[in-house]
Structures are given as C-alpha cells and as structure tokens.
C-alpha cells in the first residue's frame, strides 16, 4: 500500500466518522483508525482502517465488514493486508441461531495472494445480559480455497469453532476474548487459529479508544513463511 492509497483511506475513515445520524434507525456503522505494530511475517508500525456496518430486521442480522492495512519502510513495503467480509445471522427458538458467512482476505506478506472463506453452521448465547456479560458459541463447516505466492493452490473442506465473551466491567469500559479454531478435513496438520483480546472504552457518545492484540497461528503456512503473526493496535472508534 503506497502513500497515496492510505492517505485515502485515512481520509475516508474519518469523514465517515464525522456523520451524526439518530438513534432510531435498525443500523449502525464503527469506523476504525488505528496505529499498529506488527511482529512475525511482518515488521514495523503502520495505519489501519476498518469499518463494520450492521442492519438488524426482526428475527436476523447482517454484518458487514472491510479493512485494510500498509506500511513501508526505506521505500520497502513491509506489510500489506486487506480484508472483505459478511455474515448473515437467524434466530431460532430461544437463544439459538443460524448463520452463514463469507469472506475474502489477502496477505502478501504471509504467502497469501487471495484466500476465500465460506461456512454455515449453528451458534447459541449461553447469557446475553445488556451491558454485561455476554458469551457465545458457534460451530460450523465449509469451504476454504487459498492462492498462495508458492503453488500449488490449497483447498479443503473445514470445520469452524468461534466462541466469545465479553464483560463491561463499568458503564463505559469492556474487555472481550475472542477465538477461532478452523479444522482442515484434508490435513489436520493444516488448521487456523486466531485469538483477538481487546479492551475497550468510551470516551463520548460516539468515540471510543481500543486496544487489541490479535494472534494467528497457521499449522502449515505457505514455503519461507512463519507459522505466528501478532498485531497489536490501539484504535480510535467512530460509531454512528
């Protein structure tokens, strides 16, 4: 990502963010600024932008979401990420729900030129107390087909296991754990692992201030590659 593509996104992010809407409306949007360090495939300290945008109907959800992140150092790009995503949710009776979703992201840096993502499955809220804790359970399976910078293409069947808890330990402050766990049915050896930690904090209405360590762990990344990536982040939050 050169300087003239993340001055643009940068730009983007925060003239989304400075848009006021009502509070009445079945959507929402959370613009992300952030400043990064990365360590493993990739080294250095960069700017990331994300946005997340949600439309709620009666009985499903859908979940949008878009980020990218560059850096260069003495004119040597250094890391290079995008991602597109969506998730589709139903509920069913009482806590349980449905879902499928799809995805697309890209890696140069972690031997990845395009991987694609695709599941349904089943999820449940164990408890789902507003303002509180809250923690969930997904399991799934589908599909995952990656281009990688050293051939051959990798494809197989997966199984998917995400869970997530978060707590708001006062009105204004929450700290979440994420995890994600994907089984290659072709290779066991091949699995994905991520877990992302954030504490979070409002700081207005519609500004908040995040701080995230993300944690990837590919059991067989591509050729000349590292099995670990981490990104840690600290984040500036428009919601509207």
Known sequence: MNKTTLSVLIASVLFSGSNAFSDDKPWKETAELSVVSTNGNSKGTTISGKD???YQ???SILELNAGGLGSESNDQQIAEQYYGNEKLTWDLIGRNYTFERLGWDKNRFAGILNRYDGSIGLGR???DEKNANQF???LGGGYINEERQVP???EFGSGRAYTKYSYAFSPSSTVSQDGEFLHNFKDSDDYRLTTISAVQTALSTHLSLKATYT???SGKP???FSKD???TAIAFIVNY
Do not use: A, C, L
């Open 222 to 224: 591509p050729v000349g």
């Open 136 to 138: 969930m359970i997904e």
């Open 229 to 231: 990536d981490s990104v």
């Open 52 to 54: 997340t945008f949600t």
């Open 57 to 59: 109907w009666k009985r």
């Open 152 to 154: 051959p293409r990798n």
């Open 215 to 217: 944690w990837k762990r």
């Open 125 to 127: 809220h164990f408890f």
